[in-house]
């Protein structure tokens, strides 16, 4: 019987686990911004509102996280789909909010309860201390002429409903300043 042959040294005998156990992406940015504050300020600072028809040649598009930060730019829907990523990373209970109205009005923003259980808004780069105490509250809230609401999710590159909330008294033809359309 002959003596068993040496094995050849492994090909990557060097290789470090810091090169693999790097955190992702969202979690380093949930990381720097742990607050509703950071969060929409950086929101505010970082990215540029830009309609999906602009950005995908679609009427709708909803972009995983991690894709809206790579792009640095989306809708409404994209916005409130990485503040709530980044809120539940930090603790908060957080979601997805779309609200449906007159004349064709929809807009998502992230929704995140407080310390009193009380829910407020980012809104793009803006944080709204609303401190409703219902998605019914709120809706009326962010737009009184509101038909219907719902707590949503990405499925795919679209939204999906998971809770819907109705108005069953919307005020008749109210149009707040500034307001605009969602991609939905």
């Not at 950071?38 to 990215?47: D, G, P, Q, W, Y």
């Not at 407080?114 to 009326?140: C, M, P, T, W």
């Not at 499925?155 to 359309?181: C, E, K, S, W, Y």
Request: glycine content about 8%.
């Amino acid at each position: 019987m002959s003596a068993p042959q040496p094995r050849p040294p492994h090909p990557l005998p060097y290789i470090t686990l810091d090169i693999i156990a790097q955190p992702a992406p969202l979690d380093q940015l949930a990381a720097q911004h742990t607050t509703p504050k950071s969060i929409a300020k950086m929101l505010r600072r970082e990215f540029t509102f830009v309609r999906d028809q602009e950005l995908f040649g679609e009427v709708d598009y909803w972009q995983a996280p991690e894709e809206f930060l790579a792009r640095r730019a989306g809708d409404c829907e994209d916005y409130a789909l990485l503040a709530q990523a980044l809120l539940v990373r930090n603790g908060y209970d957080a979601y997805v909010f779309s609200v449906f109205g007159e004349g064709g009005y929809a807009h998502t923003v992230a929704v995140f309860a407080d310390a009193h259980g009380k829910l407020n808004v980012i809104n793009q780069g803006k944080l709204r201390s609303y401190r409703a105490s219902s998605f019914e509250e709120l809706a009326g809230d962010l737009y009184p002429a509101w038909t219907f609401g719902c707590i949503a999710e990405r499925d795919g590159t679209h939204g999906r409903m998971l809770f819907q909330v109705v108005n069953l008294h919307p005020a008749p033809g109210f149009l707040p300043p500034g307001a605009f359309g969602s991609d939905f």
